[in-house]
């Protein structure tokens, strides 16, 4: 009876445990992959991969291009060009005018040197998505065009019926190509033989007979160069107060009436040029803004690099008119608006708000700075007022 008994609690014992082991193997599945499914076939996957890498690649490539070069030191740069054309020995002093237009053949080498080179013509999403370069090129082509300019009828001219010399005005004729164009000719090709004409100028003024004779840095060329800068300035504010927003800045106290950019260069200039016109219709929507303010930053970049080689070469003439002061008060305004962006995007916030006004702090810099130009013109001029 007794072995009976253990024989049959051995027997229900067992089928508790296989009903157990049952139930949790219902309850627990093992879950699998499946090989067929969609993400994890290797047709899709492989793709899937690659274009997420090619992104994360594309927007690191997109923020490093659109990075504004830092400024440079323009003394440096000049001696640094005279010593790789052979044109000085580094203890041989430059001659007058070789920081002026060396400076302006570094600014517009540096547009095909810089991360990404030229932009404005490109076709890749890399600068065409990110489009702050290419609205900081085209203000800084569009200053290129007024120093040239300016360079061929102003500064390089020995006397008021001197004629313009002829590689400033194929130079300036190369400049005022269209910004943009990608087809033949493109506009690399036709910037790149403009700095090529810059250059024979700069070998020429280093070269010349007598001083003088490739750059004049009398009262007068200074004060008409001057007067372009003035105007050039006046578009600036101009744009920035339509790109303030909710901010009155009326810049038509502190600077004069802006003229068309058509009349301050030669030649044909691209609609949609620097120049705004006023009215409150003309205020800059929500996605212009950050545009309108590198078009700004652009110009004001070549500004200032060539106001602190014009305050070098023509150093005598400021000093003999005690004007030195004032020039520098120019320069201190210029390097200000040069700061570099801490912020990764430009903003319009209220005045004396939390968040910043960057075109109304910009507008004001350059207000300024139109003052001190105009206190500088009367300066040279004998101080009259």
């Known amino acids: 009876m007794s072995n009976f008994g253990d024989e049959e609690y051995d027997e229900t014992l067992r089928k508790q445990?296989?009903?157990?082991?049952?139930?949790?193997?219902?309850?627990?599945?093992?879950?699998?992959?499946?090989?067929d499914s969609f993400w994890n076939r290797k047709a899709v996957r492989i793709p899937v991969r690659a274009g997420l890498g090619l992104v994360v690649i594309g927007t690191a490539l997109a923020l490093y291009w659109t990075r504004i070069p830092p400024t440079f030191d323009v003394e440096v740069s000049a001696k640094q060009m005279a010593i790789e054309k052979e044109h000085r020995l580094p203890d041989q002093k430059l001659p007058v005018g070789y920081r002026t237009v060396a400076t302006m053949v570094?600014?517009?080498?540096?547009?095909?040197?810089?991360?990404?080179?030229?932009?404005?013509?490109?076709?890749?999403?890399?600068?065409?998505?990110?489009?702050?370069?290419?609205?900081?090129?085209?203000?800084?082509?569009?200053?290129?065009?007024?120093?040239?300019?300016?360079?061929?009828?102003?500064?390089?001219?020995?006397?008021?019926?001197?004629?313009?010399?002829?590689?400033?005005?194929?130079?300036?004729?190369?400049?005022?190509?269209?910004?943009?164009?990608i087809v033949l000719p493109s506009t690399d090709s036709q910037y790149k033989e403009g700095l090529q004409f810059l250059e024979d100028y700069l070998d020429k003024l280093n070269s010349a007979a007598s001083p003088g004779q490739y750059f004049a840095p009398r009262n007068d060329q200074l004060i008409d160069w001057l007067e372009k800068q003035k105007n050039m300035l006046g578009s600036y504010t101009t744009m920035l107060q339509n790109n303030i927003g909710s901010v009155?800045?009326?810049?038509?106290?502190?600077?004069?009436?802006?003229?068309?950019?058509?009349?301050?260069?030669?030649?044909?200039?691209?609609?949609?040029?620097?120049?705004?016109?006023?009215?409150?219709?003309?205020?800059?929507?929500?996605?212009?803004?950050?545009?309108?303010?590198?078009?700004?930053?652009?110009?004001?970049?070549?500004?200032y690099h060539t106001m602190?080689?014009?305050?070098?070469?023509?150093?005598?003439?400021?000093?003999?008119?005690?004007?030195?002061?004032?020039?520098?008060?120019?320069?201190?305004?210029?390097?200000?608006?040069?700061?570099?962006?801490?912020?990764p995007m430009v903003l319009n916030g209220p005045e004396f708000g939390i968040i910043q006004n960057h075109s109304l702090v910009?507008?004001?810099?350059?207000?300024?700075t139109h003052l001190a130009i105009q206190e500088l013109q009367r300066q040279l001029a004998g101080g009259g007022g």
């Open 17 to 35: 445990t296989t009903e157990e082991s049952d139930k949790e193997s219902v309850e627990e599945p093992e879950v699998e992959s499946d090989p």
């Open 106 to 181: 570094r600014l517009v080498d540096q547009l095909f040197t810089k991360p990404g080179g030229y932009q404005s013509n490109g076709i890749s999403p890399m600068t065409q998505i990110p489009d702050n370069m290419q609205n900081w090129e085209y203000g800084y082509v569009i200053q290129l065009r007024v120093l040239v300019n300016a360079l061929r009828f102003d500064l390089s001219r020995a006397g008021v019926n001197a004629q313009d010399h002829p590689d400033l005005r194929e130079a300036e004729a190369r400049f005022n190509f269209k910004h943009d164009n």
């Open 248 to 303: 009155t800045f009326d810049t038509g106290v502190l600077t004069s009436e802006p003229i068309p950019t058509d009349e301050i260069v030669a030649g044909d200039v691209e609609q949609g040029a620097v120049a705004n016109k006023e009215g409150d219709d003309n205020i800059s929507g929500f996605f212009e803004r950050d545009d309108v303010f590198y078009q700004v930053r652009g110009g004001v970049y070549a500004l």
């Open 308 to 343: 602190l080689a014009i305050r070098t070469d023509c150093k005598a003439t400021i000093n003999d008119n005690n004007a030195m002061g004032i020039m520098n008060r120019v320069l201190n305004e210029l390097e200000n608006a040069n700061k570099p962006m801490n912020s």
């Open 362 to 368: 910009l507008a004001a810099h350059l207000a300024k």
